[in-house]
């Protein structure tokens, strides 16, 4: 199958019966749901319930040993993770995963790599039009930076930052890409309230204003009721409970795995 256009509300990603193990432990079992075209969706569930795993999955991280995942009518199998971005998907990390020596300037034009035509080779050839190329890009992350709030930043060494800035810096970077798909995995994770509420407003400004269909991960579950329009949990790797915000939160399964677990 090709891939094709799919309109907000369809079916972008959809996710079939997976199951992931790593030897005997079980990540993921038979697990199935999808992702809307427009939506924001969060995945929820205790720790060690397979959450980063199933992102993993989704951005060819990790193969699944059983099931399917179709994005864009596509089923794949075996895709690498630079082939999942050259097809619009992104991601933030867990633990924050930038070039520490690097300006924010800089990490977020590595989110350009995919987007930039001229190699080394076509550069020597035709310098004018790779440094025209250059500064589009440059433009263009210059755009993303105002957009996230970070001028005053944009020459600071991220490894200088403070944690909740390298993570709107990060979301600078999947940003760059212009992904159709954008995974967060816990992008408020060890913010204070503040910064929560900065975040919050990027993700939504982000599925606004650029219609980026957006999955996170997320433990704060006022954060997840406030922005999401569906959510999936799982618990011991295995979905128990998936709709809206609402239903979720009466969902007796979901209930007792919280109040069992850590949370
Ligand atoms: N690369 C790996 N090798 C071995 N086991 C793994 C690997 N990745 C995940 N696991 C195991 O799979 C299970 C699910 O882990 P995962 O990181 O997906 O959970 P999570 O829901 O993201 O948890 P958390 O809320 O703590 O981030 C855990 O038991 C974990 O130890
Ligand atoms: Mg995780």
Known sequence: ????????????????????????VRAISDVSFDIKKGEIRAIIGPNGAGKTSMLNCINGFYHPQQGTITYKGQKRSQMKPY??????????????????????????????????????????????????????????????IDFLEIEAIRKTPVGRLPYGLQKRVELGRALAAEPELLLLDEPMAGMNLEEKEDMCRFILDVNDEFGTTICLIEH???????????????DYGGKIGDGLPEEVRSNQKVIDAYLGGGH
């Open 220 to 234: 704060d579950m006022g954060v997840v009721m406030d922005i999401s329009d569906r959510v999936m949990v799982l």
């Open 1 to 24: 199958m090709t891939e094709q256009t799919v309109n907000p509300g369809e079916v972008l990603l959809e996710v079939e019966d997976i199951s992931l193990s790593f030897g005997a």
């Open 83 to 144: 082939e999942a971005a050259a097809q619009g998907i992104a991601r933030t990390f867990q633990n924050v995963a930038l070039f520490r020596g690097m300006t924010t300037l800089d990490n977020i034009m590595t989110g350009r790599n995919l987007k930039m035509k001229s190699g080394l080779f076509s550069s020597m050839l035709w310098w004018g039009s790779a440094q025209k190329e250059e500064l589009e890009h440059r433009r263009y992350v210059e755009d993303i």
